[in-house]
């Protein structure tokens, strides 16, 4: 069984950007927690969603990005990441994100959580980190990061580690699904297989569905 360990754990508050004659609202500034922090079905205990309406809730109460995409990016592309570039939660050593499937259950410190669906990257990765192509960049290599629901809440540090607890598709990671939406047209029989998944994230659901060709 899987035994990941966190890098760090990042939560952060809203704050007003101007970026490209544009003004918005994000929270996606994070700083590290040191200390334990509790952990309830919306996420991280003050860890702040400015827009709710496609970030948080239920079925996104915490990003996971890991760092073998931050050593990807950099090394393939000559990039320069600060940590928690892209705005997660926490950050996972040593695994990718064909390692993780839809589903898969882990046991961290005293939560419990179940992966609900990809990470789907928006304009605000680039718009805020300042490297234009990165957005671009995550969606071209299928390494988006994924999302958690809480089916236990509690405490966690970043001293926990990640401990699969069960696994029910074997075949459907998050790589897979992001391949799957990526070229669609072409998928439409994985489209299927992955809206099979009873676990997958309502919204997500919607998007997959659109993607089906009749």
Do not use: W
Not at 7 to 25: A, M, P, Q, T, W
Not at 90 to 96: S, W
Not at 144 to 151: E, N, S
């Amino acid at each position: 069984m899987l035994n990941l360990k966190i890098l760090d754990i990042y939560s952060g508050k809203e704050e007003l950007f101007i970026k490209n004659n544009k003004e918005f609202n994000s929270a996606y500034k994070k700083i590290s927690i040191n200390d334990k922090v509790f952990v309830n079905y919306m996420g991280l205990e003050n860890d702040i969603q400015s827009d709710k309406k496609h970030h948080g809730g239920e079925h996104k109460a915490i990003c996971v990005f890991t760092q073998i995409a931050y050593e990807h990016f950099e090394e393939k592309y000559n990039l320069n990441l600060d940590v928690c570039s892209f705005g997660e939660n926490i950050t996972l050593d040593n695994i990718e994100d064909k390692d993780i499937c839809l589903a898969d259950r882990f046991s961290i410190g005293e939560i419990i959580v179940e992966v609900s669906q990809p990470r789907e990257p928006c304009f605000k990765i680039s718009s805020i980190i300042g490297i234009k192509e990165l957005t671009s960049l995550v969606l071209k290599e299928n390494k988006t990061g994924f999302y958690l629901r809480i089916i236990k809440e509690g405490f966690i540090s970043k001293n926990d580690t990640f401990k699969l607890i069960s696994r029910k598709y074997e075949k459907i990671n998050i790589e897979f699904i992001n391949q799957v939406l990526r070229d669609y047209k072409n998928k439409q029989k994985e489209i299927l297989e992955i809206l099979e998944c009873e676990e997958l994230a309502p919204a997500f659901r919607k998007t997959l569905e659109k993607k089906l060709i009749k």
